[in-house]
């Protein structure tokens, strides 16, 4: 059995010691998606839903999550992070996200990635909920994560 690096010897909740881990370039990549019906996507990918710009919004809901996933996620480090990106595609019935969260440090970025799909794909419902309260978000996964001990992992599609 792996040993659980936030439990310490007594089975009690702790912090990840990184202090003497190297400082290396981190990347991780996460998606998820938002089924919905064919109103609401056409409202989206055109720009005109009720409570304006739905993927604009998405996109500085997901950046801004990522920088404070240490606040959300008990025990991650608040990380510098150098860049995140969210970005969107369109599907038949769903609206994609993919967010890159990236930095040169002695921690992995995975959390932040992953909060930054679910907080935009969060957003996207709340700002689309008055046409479509049926929406599901789905498929929350980490793609890809690179840098650190472990190296370069990719999800098995």
């Not at 959300?72 to 890159?100: N, R």
């Not at 990236?102 to 909060?115: D, I, K, Q």
Request: with cysteine.
């Amino acid at each position: 059995m792996n040993k659980l690096t936030h439990l310490d010897e007594r089975g009690q909740a702790r912090m990840v010691d990184v202090g003497g881990k190297a400082e290396t370039r981190r990347v991780a990549i996460a998606e998820g998606r938002i089924a919905m019906g064919p109103q609401a996507l056409s409202a989206i990918r055109d720009g005109n839903g009720p409570k304006g710009d739905v993927l604009a919004a998405a996109r500085i809901a997901g950046i801004m999550a990522a920088k404070k996933t240490a606040d959300l996620i008990p025990l991650c480090h608040p990380l510098a992070l150098d860049s995140v990106t969210v970005d969107f595609d369109f599907g038949d019935d769903a609206v994609k996200a993919v967010a890159t969260a990236s930095l040169t440090g002695r921690t992995g970025v995975e959390m932040e990635a992953l909060t930054a799909v679910s907080v935009a794909l969060l957003t996207i419902y709340d700002m689309a909920k008055a046409i479509d309260k049926a929406m599901v978000i789905c498929g929350v996964r980490l793609l890809e994560k690179r840098g650190g001990k472990s190296g370069v992992w990719r999800a098995a599609d």
